[in-house]
């Protein structure tokens, strides 16, 4: 049994699914792949190709032996689901996925964990991708009550590009525009995944439970730029309100050029950048070497880009629609890594 399930990039609401704001992510064509069978015994052996680790444990005992012991919970919320599972399993995982550097290779990793488990239950079942991801969410953020939203779970597991939407309740629509190629930068740099989401969720959520003592009726999804001024904050709350807020506007406006067949990409690529200079300088989640990336890539003729994922490191992306090979060899040239990417499907048996 083969599974693969790809990469993501944010194009439109980082750092914003956790505030239960919309996000338009896209998954990418690289991917992580999951091969295993079942074993005439009771354990679990995965083999980490890449990282030359192995991993095992016994189906008799899933408690926790460390913070983010993610194969077991896998089988946890698939055995709360119903499944059962009388035999254990030798898997290989490998991944062209940047390794903890904001593109979802964790989570295409359990993604394609929970669907090779749906198939090798005794009594296999077909969930659809939206079921996948829901239950690759339960068991890499609630189980572990991790800081993280559901983006990277559900645009792994359903693939291409999608609006997502979490208040009142999911959303989820497919979108098909014409939009060429990325580059995607690895900066190489190893970033304090968990510590920064923490910071930018925590400091936003305190300003929202102030601003909700002072008006009961107060949301995220309602409040206007003009309207910020109105509330008792420090200087620097009202500028990271104001911030969250111009990104929610900048998703707004980029939702419905992306709903178009041929989008302008100009306009896709301005929208880009904009919302990175507010990750830049409001949220303080980029980094020297991700801005020359950024700049580098400018330079050799992309129409726009922005840091990807939790920041503090990890990776950036620009829009080059056509003739990415410059844009590639200029982030090259800066020390990072590059690839040029596209939109992909989500998890698939192979």
Known sequence: MEISTPGRICLFGEHQDYLGLPVIPIAISLRARFIGESRLDRKCIINKLDLNEVE?????????????????????????????????????????????????????????????????????????????????????????????????????????????????????ESMKPNLGTFVLGDSCEQKDTMGILQRCRDSRLTIVEKIQLQDPEFRLHLIELDEINQYSLHADETALLFGT??????????????????????????????????????????????????????????????????????????????NPEKVVEAIKETGGEAYIIHSEVGTKID
């Open 56 to 172: 095992s444990f016994s189906l008799d005992d899933l408690t926790y032996t460390k913070p983010r012991d993610y194969y077991k919970s896998g089988v946890k919320v698939c055995l709360d689901e119903g499944l059962t599972f009388s035999n254990g399993f030798e898997c290989e995982v490998t991944s062209d996925i940047p390794v903890k550097a904001g593109t979802g290779s964790s989570s295409a990793i359990m993604v394609s964990w929970i669907h090779f488990l749906s198939q090798v239950a005794d009594k296999p079942i077909e969930w659809d991708q939206q079921k996948i991801g829901s239950l690759a969410y339960m068991a890499e953020v609630v189980e572990f009550n991790e800081p993280g939203g559901m983006m990277d779970q559900y645009s792994t597991a359903i693939g291409n590009l999608i609006y997502l939407e979490f208040e009142p309740k999911i959303l989820i």
């Open 245 to 322: 807020i111009q990104n929610r506007d900048l998703l707004r406006q980029a939702l419905p050029e992306l709903k178009k067949a041929d989008p302008d990409h100009k306009k896709i690529g301005h929208l880009l950048s904009a919302h990175h200079t507010i990750l830049r300088d409001v949220l303080e989640v980029s980094t020297y070497k991700i801005e020359m990336m950024l700049d580098a890539a400018m330079n050799a003729g992309a129409l726009g880009g922005k840091i990807n994922g939790s920041g503090g490191g990890g990776c950036m992306f620009a829009y080059v629609p056509q």
